[in-house]
C-alpha cells in the first residue's frame, strides 16, 4: 500500500490551506487514517486522526482551526487547515492503517507513510 500526498505549500498567516492523501493499492478497509507533522529540530506529532466510520480526534493545537475528512470511496484523507501560524511550518505525513486485498486474500493491517509535505506559513 502506498499513501500518495499531494503538494505542499508557502502560504501567510491567517491564510488556509487543503492538503490530501490517497491510499494506492486494493483497499480492503480503513481502520484509521491519520496526519502527523514534524518542525524543525522537533519530534513528529500527531495532529489529526479518522477513523473509518469518521469519528476524529485532534491535538489541542489545532483543534478548532484543522478539520480531517475522509473518503473511504477514493480511500483519501484530506486535511483543511485554516487561520495558519507560523508554528504550524512543518513537514506533514499522511498514515493509514488499512486492511488490502493481496491475492485471494484480505491481509492487515499495514501501516503506510507517505514520503511527506512541505507547509510553510510565514508571518
Known amino acids: 500500500v502506498q499513501m500518495v500526498e499531494s503538494a505542499g505549500g508557502s502560504v501567510h498567516t491567517g491564510d488556509s490551506l487543503r492538503i490530501s492523501c490517497t491510499a494506492a493499492?486494493?483497499?480492503?478497509?480503513?481502520?484509521?487514517m491519520d496526519w502527523y507533522r514534524q518542525a524543525p529540530g522537533k519530534q513528529r506529532e500527531l495532529v489529526a486522526s479518522?477513523?473509518?466510520?469518521?469519528?476524529?480526534t485532534y491535538s489541542n493545537s489545532v483543534k478548532g482551526r484543522f478539520a480531517i475528512s475522509v473518503d473511504k470511496a477514493q480511500n483519501s484523507v484530506f486535511l483543511q487547515m485554516t487561520s495558519l501560524r507560523p508554528e504550524d511550518t512543518a513537514v506533514y505525513f499522511c498514515h493509514g492503517d488499512l486492511d488490502a486485498i493481496v491475492g485471494f486474500d484480505v491481509e492487515g493491517p499495514f501501516q503506510s507513510w507517505g514520503r511527506g509535505i512541505r507547509v510553510t506559513v510565514s508571518p
Open positions: 493499492g486494493n483497499i480492503f478497509k480503513i481502520h484509521t
Open positions: 479518522i477513523t473509518g466510520e469518521g469519528q476524529t
